[in-house]
């Protein structure tokens, strides 16, 4: 992906949908090594948005993910990665140019959130999963950490903390 051309068009639109970057911000986006997904992942300055898989229709149908630095940082970096991941993965970036109403954001979350959680519980990657549900709940999205607990307890071994 050494295109000139292609990094400053992901530039642009990582400046577009991160809203309050500069162009010299957007420049400075720096490849990162995305263990979840074999999508292109970026890590770029903080902003309102954690992380954000590009819409396709936006990148010349380059599937991209962009990371805050700070999330690197956090106890639920694999949760974020691996949600990111599963956007492209059930093709979510490819319909989101046309997804206009709260509820279907709110699925597609959801969608995201329970592959995540899967592909995560999948490797044995627990702690990442109960640290989202921890941020979650945090965060006041109570909902969203129920959803994801429950995802997890028809088929997760006992004991691992998710009540």
Avoid: W
Avoid at 3 to 17: D, E, Q, R, S
Avoid at 32 to 56: E, H, R, W
Avoid at 65 to 84: D, Q, W
């Amino acid at each position: 992906m050494g295109n000139k051309k292609t990094i400053m068009m992901i530039a642009g639109v990582a400046a577009l949908f991160f809203g309050n970057l500069s162009a010299a911000q957007a420049d400075e986006l720096k490849p990162y090594q995305n263990t979840y997904c074999n999508v292109q992942t970026f890590i770029g300055p903080d902003s309102q948005k954690v992380a954000m898989a590009l819409p396709l229709a936006h990148t010349n149908n380059i599937p991209v993910i962009i990371v805050g630095k700070s999330a690197l940082n956090l106890p639920h970096t694999g949760y974020i990665m691996a949600h990111e991941c599963c956007h492209h993965s059930l093709k979510h970036t490819s319909k989101l140019p046309n997804m206009h109403t709260r509820e279907s954001l709110a699925q597609i979350e959801q969608e995201a959130d329970q592959c995540a959680a899967n592909l995560l519980q999948a490797r044995g990657e627990y702690k990442a999963i109960q640290a989202a549900v921890i941020q979650a709940r945090h965060d006041g999205q109570f909902a969203r950490a129920e959803k994801i607990t429950q995802s997890l307890e028809a088929s997760s071994p006992s004991g691992y903390g998710f009540e």
